[in-house]
């Protein structure tokens, strides 16, 4: 059978609920002491044993499935080669299938070869999984944490982020009072997030049932239905007015009953991102289900300038804080620039359809340079 990209859209989002709906206690924070490493066999680079006095380490958790974290270990690479008699790099396999054995990830090391450029270990059993990753709340992986040379967790996060927090670390201008204070709202709001989101999935079926039927090609739907239940939910949580789900169904239903309306609510959804953050495809995907792919709908020049500003809202929102893109985002990053000039085109706006089209030949080189 196949999908369209409407239903993919669907399943992202059911993805994405489901997940957010798995809670986790935090007894792991920053400040605390790192707790010991537990691994069953190093595979790469020089073992450590147990963290030192006086050293700083990066724990990085990876692990062969997990395609963000291939796309973070040249960039953690380049950091353990800068850093390299300051920082110490440990790369944990975590997390693997029953079926991946020890041999498989010994491959998959060998594979990588220099863009793992540090020191690679398996943990033993399930025990930094637990002791690490579930007891500080993180959601999966990649998860970084570095350990200051006292021997405490000073930092939680993203390996792309890492640049601005070692740089502080060497220089022991690092705040680790601040940076608690500020994990610890962060950990407020991911509990925020993940109630709003339990309480959004709980319409998803609902939702999806006045879609219309993806094998009727003139098949519309029920888009008064869907607005008067997304009135509903809303009026119950205002904090939804914008999340993935509650978004995409209400462009969508607009789109085919008031374009004024969907326009003016496409602009807002991006001028107002909402807890559980802003996906392109809540504004793309309509139109390009209902007004390309089954001509159904007649749109505005302004609705494909919409569309190109919201691909380009979502590549600005996935630059990491040192203002590089993950790979598996520079892989595509040339298609989604054609998309938007072709869009830009079509709203007879050409200087940013030509901008667009300069931003996809220089993704290009960058694409093949990584």
Known sequence: MRLHCLSLFLLSIIAVTSQAQQTQTSS???????????????????????FEKGKIYVVEFW??????CIDAMPHLSALARTYKDQVTVLGIDILEKKTTSIKKVKAFVD???????????????????QDWLYASGEQGIPATYVVNSEGKIAWIGHPLNLDTVLAKMVSKTWNVEAELAWRNEELIKRKEQMRLAALEHSYRDQLNSYVGDANKPYDLGKPDSALLLINKIVNQEPKLKFAPLVSFHTFSALLKTDKKKAYEYGREMMATPSLLGFDNASITSPIEWYAEKRNLISLPPEFYELGADAYGFNVNSNLSSSGKLPQRYLNSLPKTYIRMAEWYWRAKNRDKAIKALQSAIAAMGQAQEN
């Open 111 to 129: 594979s990588i070869g220099n863009r793992m450029d540090y020191s690679v270990a398996a943990e033993d059993s399930n025990f930094m999984a």
């Open 63 to 68: 692990a062969t499935w997990c395609g963000y």
């Open 28 to 50: 792991l924070n920053i400040g605390d002491p790192a707790p010991p490493l537990r691994l069953r066999e190093w595979i790469k680079g020089t073992p450590v044993q147990q």
